[in-house]
């Protein structure tokens, strides 16, 4: 099995929807002949010709807005927004028209758009090439928000976003574009929206983390193991609807739990799913829910190892909740 | 307001004259008699809709409406489109759905957002859609109906249709960034778009300080023309030519069509709040004049210059569009409000999990407010700081 990172397991993805479905183009900014910002459509265009890889004018309300008239006439768009810190332009393109048209329709107008788009920080990138916009559009009813955090899951969840019927925005994790490697078949294969991953199992607390930061939980976990501690870590992977059983599965088993996310903690996806489990487990729980997250300060450029979640913070609020 | 300054009306394109018959040396589009007719009648029910619904708003019958009278002719830009041809609407361009078979049941049934509604009841009033007409879902945010529209122009040419995708917004719209996004989409693309602007002069302030809207047409590289809004002749006509050329590769068109609304945004707020003193009668640009313009009155003149009207035949149009619009609010009477379990419905193709909850969690409580999204009334809501009323 080839090895892939998450640029060429997402450009894998593309390249064989493309092939399956003529309905399938992707559009954004120098998305066509120079194949993207970080490459993630490179040789698109030389496979599919411009009519399916678009290079847009830079406005993304209208790489957003174009796209959703494509949806609604009967093509499958995958726009790209080049940096989830650009996204703001298209804002309302996304939670008023994309994620609506279904509903203020009464199910006459569907859209079928994925929105891409690489998210987080850890590149000295600054606010405007660093932020993590989830919450935002977690609170959006109509659209389905994934996260991967790995080449495999990438591949998977980029092709069963593009064969279900509804709106999604996903969210690529830039630092570990090329970093995060793995064995990726080179073959088609989805994996279901809305299912989490036990990516480590542990019996004493359970880590939560979607995105960049599956990676932090599961260096915390290791350093939690060298403590004798157990831990247990979840990727998310999808966001909306996010997979509510696993959640409180893990939480009945540990009694403890800690969430992990690059964006501010006031608001955060982390306050949503403390609440839910603790509305479904909370005879199980031992300790608060923790939070480890990035802080409510806009995304700082000199100091964001200081802004950005680490193992270590990670750690600290392990031993928080286990001595409770 | 002055809608267009003086000294840029020759190039504004006319048919008829102020009574309907044509000016001279004017080109007069081919037209069957029996379309003539039809776009008399859908004019003339546009009108009697207009009245009968807003008049209903007011006493409280329907939360609100939005009226479009004196604007009627701009509707006609949609009329020479092909069935297979898609629209993608504004909230004030009710002619058009009437023109391309939306029924008037399905028209009040949305107004009053009960079962029979085609949209299950999830918008307010004039907000409708119809994909089995290829007419799109409205939106309240002024312009964003442009990118989209640029899009499914995009989307046919790409699967090898020959479908031409119109919009139509109000010249409020040109000061809002989709507008300049969509057209610049259009022109860099070529998209088979025509883009129809009303030019209603109740704009105001909220216009920009450019001299006409078609003028920025030019700046996308994009043919922009000036057409009598009131003049149904004149509309069709550069309608016409606006879709042919997209149909045949051409690109897109901007066409501006000059009119008056001669009431305001809504059945409720005060237009005088918003709208600058009028001119005095004599002057061209009063609603005296426009009156005179009446694009009812001027369609009339064209049908009896070609001896297709008559009083009686008038008369009885009138009659039975009276008659369907009492008949289609008697029909609605008895139709209940959309199921309450309706309210989880279309949010995604399946249900997930926490909306299967929530729903649970609302069938379990007692019923207790039948019909609470007529009960809605912006009179009465807060009042904002923009008083041009909800959108």
């Not at chain 1, 496979?47 to 006439?73: K, Q, S, W």
């Not at chain 1, 990676?215 to 915390?220: F, N």
């Not at chain 2, 006609?76 to 029924?103: C, N």
């Not at chain 2, 070609?306 to 009477?333: H, P």
Request: net charge negative; hydrophobic share 40%; glycine share 8%.
């Amino acid at each position: 099995m080839p090895t892939m990172n998450i640029i060429e397991a997402v450009r894998s993805a593309l390249q064989i929807q493309m092939r399956a479905d003529p309905r399938v183009v992707v559009l954004g900014e120098d998305i066509g002949k120079f194949g993207g910002v970080f490459r993630a459509t490179s040789g698109l265009y030389d496979e599919f010709g411009a009519d399916r890889v678009i290079d847009t004018p830079l406005a993304e309300a209208g790489i957003v807005g174009t796209a959703i008239g494509m949806a609604l006439y009967g093509l499958r768009p995958v726009p790209e927004i080049q940096f989830g810190d650009f996204i703001y332009p298209a804002f309302d393109q996304i939670v008023n028209e994309l994620a609506k048209f279904r509903y203020r329709s009464g199910g006459q107008y569907t859209c079928p758009v994925v929105i891409r788009t690489p998210v987080g920080g850890g590149i000295r990138g600054g606010h405007y090439h660093s932020q993590s916009p989830e919450a935002l559009f977690i609170h959006t009813p109509g659209l389905k928000v994934v996260a991967p955090s790995n080449p495999y899951d990438a591949k998977g969840l980029l092709l069963a976003a593009m064969r279900q019927n509804d709106p999604v925005l996903f969210l690529e994790p830039k630092r570990i574009y090329r970093a995060s490697k793995g064995e990726v078949p080179d073959t088609e294969y989805t994996l279901e929206l809305g299912k989490a991953a036990i990516v480590r199992a542990g019996t004493q607390v359970t880590l939560v983390a979607w995105s960049g930061m599956v990676t932090i939980a599961e260096e915390a976990a290791r350093l939690a193991e060298q403590a004798g501690i157990s831990a247990e870590v979840i990727d998310l992977r999808t966001l909306l609807p996010f997979d509510i059983d696993a959640l409180i599965a893990s939480t009945q088993k540990t009694g403890r739990v800690v969430i992990v996310h690059e964006a501010p903690r006031t608001c955060g996806f982390g306050a949503e799913l403390i609440a839910s489990i603790q509305e479904r487990a909370m005879a199980y729980l031992e300790a608060p829910i923790l939070r480890v997250t990035g802080f409510d300060t806009p995304f700082p450029y000199s100091l964001e190892h200081e802004y950005l979640p680490n193992a270590d913070r990670v750690m600290a609020a392990i031993r928080q909740t286990l001595e409770w | 307001m002055v809608a267009v300054p003086a000294n840029e009306k020759d190039d504004l394109r006319r048919v008829l004259d102020e009574n309907g018959a044509p000016l001279p040396g004017a080109r007069i589009p081919s037209i069957s008699d029996a379309t003539l007719s039809r776009m008399f009648e859908v004019m003339l029910l546009t009108r009697i809709i207009d009245d009968r619904m807003s008049r209903l708003a007011r006493d409280g019958g329907a939360a609100f409406y939005r009226k479009s009278i004196g604007e009627a002719a701009s509707h006609f830009a949609a009329a020479p489109l092909r069935d297979s041809d898609w629209v993608f609407p504004s909230y004030r361009e009710h002619g058009v759905w009437l023109w391309r078979g939306y029924s008037l049941q399905q028209y009040v049934d949305q107004l009053l957002g009960n079962a029979g509604d085609p949209s299950k009841g999830r918008q307010t009033p004039t907000h409708h859609a119809a994909r089995w007409l290829n007419l799109v879902s409205i939106s309240s945010p002024v312009g964003t109906q442009i990118p989209q529209a640029t899009g499914a122009a995009y989307a046919a040419r790409a699967q090898g249709k020959d479908d031409v995708v119109m919009t139509f917004f109000g010249e409020a719209a040109t000061s809002t960034g989709e507008f300049h996004v969509g057209m610049n989409f259009a022109a860099v693309w070529k998209a088979p778009c025509v883009f129809v602007c009303r030019s209603n002069g109740w704009t105001g302030a909220r216009r920009g300080a450019g001299r006409t809207f078609a003028y920025k047409a030019l700046g996308y590289g994009m043919p922009g023309v000036r057409v009598d809004g009131n003049d149904a002749l004149a509309v069709w006509q550069v309608a016409s030519e606006a879709i042919d050329r997209a149909r045949g590769g051409g690109g897109p068109t901007r066409i501006e069509a000059l009119t008056y609304r001669i009431q305001g945004h809504t059945s409720s707020g005060d237009p005088a709040l918003y709208r600058k003193e009028d001119p005095p009668e004599n002057e061209p640009e009063s609603p005296a004049a426009w009156q005179r313009r009446d694009p009812l009155r001027r369609l009339r003149g064209y049908l009896q210059h070609r001896a297709l009207w008559s009083t009686a035949w008038e008369a009885e149009i009138a009659e039975r569009c009276a008659q369907q619009v009492s008949d289609a609010l008697a029909a609605a009477e008895d139709k209940p409000a959309p199921a309450v379990e309706t309210l989880f419905d279309d949010v995604y193709e399946q249900l997930p999990w926490h909306l299967r909850e929530q729903r649970a969690e609302l069938l379990a409580l007692p019923r207790t407010s039948p019909r609470p999204s007529s009960s809605i009334d912006p009179s009465t809501a807060p009042v904002s700081a923009d008083p041009g009323e909800p959108r």
